[in-house]
């Protein structure tokens, strides 16, 4: 049976502060060790046959890079804080950052946002607002206002993309997926992350050709790299695109 349990141990005192809780998870078919470090844990993982003892060691093993790596986070929690105080104002669409205007209308039933050339228009009702504060759309109205574009937009390039690349897709669904930019099942579905609307149109088209070519290579050999870079041959840059900024992107209104 797996087992999973928090523990908080005075020995780790001299590490870095605010060290966040040790999650040991021993599990029956797991054979070798692993640690990840998430938002508010340390989980270590590993077969069910060791001991607590091996697990805690392994973690010391490992404390410069896990060390390392809360800091890296750290950094880049701290950088996307900063810059997102800087685009106050604005809404990510196609990599590009669109100026938020507000524009009252006299009547209007609910309120909603419009996009036009190179802005982006929040329609509302004045006579409903709160005299004591500025009008803004909320996380959920500008979030909904993306992913109606996404789901248009989206299709729109998973369609010419079927049509170039000869591996036929079962379907396609648009989803709210918290840390994954698509997937494709073994059963032919295809599903894309609704964030794409924030990338510029060549991220969007190189998940969409990635997932495409699972269709034919289900894992990441080289056969299946060198089947995406037929159809992108920037692979690289986009990966890189895609480190430098996938903590804007995953970052919600």
């Known amino acids: 049976m797996d087992k ?8 780790f005192s001299g590490w870095v502060d605010d060290l966040p809780p040790v999650s040991i998870v021993q599990r029956k078919r797991q054979r070798t060790m692993r640690i990840r470090i998430k938002d508010k844990a340390i989980v270590v993982s ?42 106050q104002g604005t809404i990510l669409l196609r990599g590009e950052r669109k100026p938020l205007y507000d524009f009252p209308v006299p ?3 609910k309120p909603g946002l419009v996009e036009h050339d190179h802005a982006v228009v929040f329609r509302f009702n004045p006579l409903s607002q709160d005299d004591n ?14 992913r109606a574009l996404a789901r248009r937009e989206i299709h729109d390039r998973f369609n010419y993309w079927s049509d170039q690349i000869p591996f036929r897709p079962s379907r396609l669904t648009v989803r709210n997926q ?10 032919g579905t295809i599903s894309l ?13 190189y998940i ?46």
């Open 46 to 87: 590993g077969p069910a046959s060791l001991s607590q003892k091996r697990l805690l060691q392994f973690l010391e093993e490992k404390r410069e890079w896990i060390e390392n790596s809360i800091r890296r986070k750290r950094d880049r929690a701290e950088k996307l804080k900063r810059k997102q105080k800087q685009t």
């Open 107 to 109: 009547g209007l039933r």
């Open 208 to 253: 969409i050709i990635h997932e495409l070519c699972h269709l034919q290579h289900f894992n990441h050999s080289r056969a299946f790299w060198e089947t995406v870079k037929n159809y992108y041959p920037d692979v690289r840059e986009a990966k890189k695109w895609i480190r430098e900024n996938s903590d804007e992107i995953f970052a919600d209104f």
């Open 178 to 187: 918290r840390t994954k930019w698509g997937s494709c099942s073994t059963r």
């Open 193 to 205: 992350n609704w964030r794409l609307i924030k990338c510029p149109a060549a991220i969007m088209d």
């Open 133 to 146: 504060h500025s009008p803004a759309p909320g996380p959920d109205l500008v979030a909904t206002f993306c």
């Open 4 to 11: 999973q349990y928090t523990l908080i141990f005075d020995c």
